[in-house]
């Protein structure tokens, strides 16, 4: 049963570079067929997702956030993880990591989520 | 870029079925997948590909699709049943895109 755990600090300053870390376990980033991807969720508003990587590397993101977004993965550390640069109190929300089926682009398994607030 | 249309909340007492919308130009082209988030707590996968279950969904959860609008429908509705409820898609122009979500009150 994959299981994806999200960390990373709570609070960032504006301007600054959000950074999240998602783990997988009971699977591997490796394996084909599967996107891992980012999607967050502002205070009581819906999801909006952020991007994923694929088992090759290949990255795709939202058009919206492209210009700021850096997704990566550490395989060996069966890890990826986010970037958003130059953040505002707009980017303040709840980030999830996400299993997404490569095939027909569900996500099946999702991290519990962290609040990440931009503040001074 | 891609809309999906939900309404923004559906009541319905215990026991009763209730039945959630999720609109969009030419949905039905599109497999549509749909979630389930209680407050507080991580979205779950619900119903995939339109009409399918994950293992561990409950045979209550069912999908379906009409025209340009795709249906969750939840038979005899429970207490915890109550939740926001998501349809998503995957768009060639805007890749993977949410509807504005529902929140099911069970009365």
């Known amino acids: 049963q994959v299981q994806l755990q999200e960390s990373g600090p709570g609070l960032v300053k504006p301007s600054q570079t959000l950074s999240l870390t998602c783990t997988v376990s009971g699977g591997s980033i490796s394996d084909s067929g599967s996107y891992w991807s980012w999607i967050r969720q502002h205070p009581g508003k819906g999801l909006e997702w952020i991007g994923f990587i694929s088992h090759t590397g290949y990255t795709f993101y939202n058009p919206s956030l492209k210009s700021r977004i850096g997704i990566s993965a550490d395989t060996s550390k069966s890890q990826f993880s986010l970037r958003l640069t130059s953040v505002t109190a707009a980017d303040t929300a709840v980030y999830f990591c996400?299993?997404?089926?490569?095939?027909?682009?569900?996500?099946?398994?999702w991290g519990q989520g962290t609040l990440v607030t931009v503040s001074s | 870029s891609y809309v999906l249309t939900q309404p923004l909340s559906v009541s319905e007492a215990p026991g009763q079925t209730a039945r959630i919308s999720c609109g969009g130009d030419n949905v039905g082209s599109k497999s549509v997948h749909w979630y389930q988030q209680r407050p507080g707590q991580a979205p779950m996968l619900v119903v995939y590909?339109?009409?399918d279950r994950p293992s561990g969904i409950t045979e209550r959860f069912s999908g379906s699709k009409s025209g340009n609008t795709a249906t969750l429908t939840i038979m005899r509705v429970e207490a915890g049943d109550e939740a926001d409820y998501y349809c998503?898609?995957?768009?060639?122009?805007?890749?993977?895109?949410f509807g504005g979500g529902t929140k099911l009150t069970v009365l």
């Open positions: 590909d339109d009409s």
């Open positions: 996400a299993k997404e089926n490569g095939r027909s682009y569900f996500f099946d398994c």
């Open positions: 998503q898609v995957w768009d060639v122009t805007s890749d993977v895109v």
